[in-house]
C-alpha cells in the first residue's frame, strides 16, 4: 500500500512500468486531515526496489507499507 497525495501520477507509472493494475482508495489523513489517497499495488519480491524508487521519483513523502501476499486471485482479466 502507498499513501500518498499525487495518487493519478503514481497509478499511471506504477501501470506503465509493471504493466499491472492498481486500486485507488481516497483517504484524509488523521493527523494532518489533508487529502491522500492509498494505492494497493501487488509486486513480486524482486520488483520492490524498482517499486520503491517510482514511487519516491514523484512523492518522497510517500508512506510504503509492504506485507505478504500468499496468493492472489481475479476474475477480471481481460478475455481477448
Known amino acids: 500500500m502507498i499513501v500518498t497525495e499525487?495518487?493519478?501520477e503514481i497509478c499511471k507509472v506504477l501501470s506503465?512500468?509493471?504493466g499491472s493494475g492498481v486500486t485507488?482508495?481516497?483517504a484524509t489523513g488523521?493527523?494532518?486531515k489533508r487529502n491522500k489517497s492509498i494505492v494497493y499495488f501487488v509486486v513480486n519480491?524482486?520488483?520492490v526496489h524498482r517499486m520503491k524508487e517510482?514511487?519516491?521519483e514523484i512523492d518522497s513523502k510517500a508512506y510504503i507499507i509492504m506485507s505478504e501476499v500468499a496468493d492472489i486471485f481475479s476474475?477480471?482479466?481481460d478475455k481477448a
Request: proline residues 5%; aromatic residues 20%; without cysteine.
Open 16 to 18: 506503465d512500468t509493471f
Open 45 to 47: 519480491r524482486y520488483q
Open 24 to 26: 485507488r482508495v481516497d
Open 30 to 32: 488523521g493527523y494532518s
Open 75 to 77: 476474475n477480471n482479466m
Open 54 to 56: 517510482r514511487v519516491h
Open 6 to 8: 499525487y495518487p493519478t
